[in-house]
């Protein structure tokens, strides 16, 4: 799988097959964090990894998913998520640049490598950071920010152009379809890149 084909096929998955996520892979994910591009090259960030089922169900007790369509979208019994990905920030360089623009690289690093092994994943920043602290003896100076949870995928979310609703607002609220799929509303491409000016002609080669 090349990098264009993970970057199409990632979508946020809620419901995971059950078979376990070794270490190796689980390393190779922080790898892929650990080249991401940082500011100021500070690097700020570490993983708590973490596979061990009973460890994993705490964690998940630590979760909110899928605000817009809770309580569809939480993983039930038997589809919930069999590693971790506990991101922290070091605090003291959290105050000089921040740390969401690395977050955001390093995460989606890792994420594109866990669909090229086969997996999916849910970044989630609803969490309970302390409740994750203590339960993860994260230290002093380090803050828990969000959790990439992962496991293979068993679910295929679908995305369709973004429109405007019956009361003419954008609808950015995902669903679930009549058949339980979700359906996540992306903005269309015209509607985001605009060539050479902003509001000029269309794309080139477009009347
Ligand atoms: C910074 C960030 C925080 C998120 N937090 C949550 C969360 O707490 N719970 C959840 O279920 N999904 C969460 N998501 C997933 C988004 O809902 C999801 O990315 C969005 O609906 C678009 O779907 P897609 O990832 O399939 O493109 C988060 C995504 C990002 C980027």
């Known amino acids: 799988m090349d990098v264009a084909q993970a970057i199409a096929k990632r979508r946020t998955v809620r419901a995971f ?13 922080v790898e892929a964090a650990r080249c991401a591009p940082s500011a100021a090259n500070l690097q700020p960030l570490e993983y708590v990894a973490v596979n061990d089922p009973a460890l994993c169900q705490e964690i998940f007790d630590c979760l909110k998913w899928a605000a817009y369509t809770h309580p569809v979208g939480t993983p039930g019994p038997g589809q919930r998520p069999t ?15 921040g740390s969401a623009y690395d977050l955001g690289a390093a995460l989606m690093s890792a994420m594109l490598l866990a669909v090229q092994e086969g997996l999916a994943s849910c970044w989630l920043k609803s969490i309970n950071a302390p409740r994750l602290t203590e339960l993860l003896s ?21 995305t369709v152009d973004l429109a405007k609703g019956q009361t003419g607002r954008e609808v950015i609220r995902y669903w679930r379809d009549q058949n339980g799929r979700q359906v996540v509303p992306k903005r269309p ?10 509001g000029g002609p269309g794309a080139p080669g477009q009347a």
């Open 17 to 29: 097959g059950q078979e376990p996520v070794n270490e190796a892979t689980l390393a190779s994910l």
């Open 83 to 97: 590693a971790y990905l506990v991101a922290c920030v070091r605090v003291e360089y959290k105050a000089v640049v």
């Open 138 to 158: 994260v230290p002093a100076g380090l803050e828990v920010d969000s959790v990439l949870a992962l496991g293979r995928p068993a679910e295929e979310p679908a």
């Open 189 to 198: 491409l015209a509607s985001i890149l605009h060539w050479q000016r902003h």
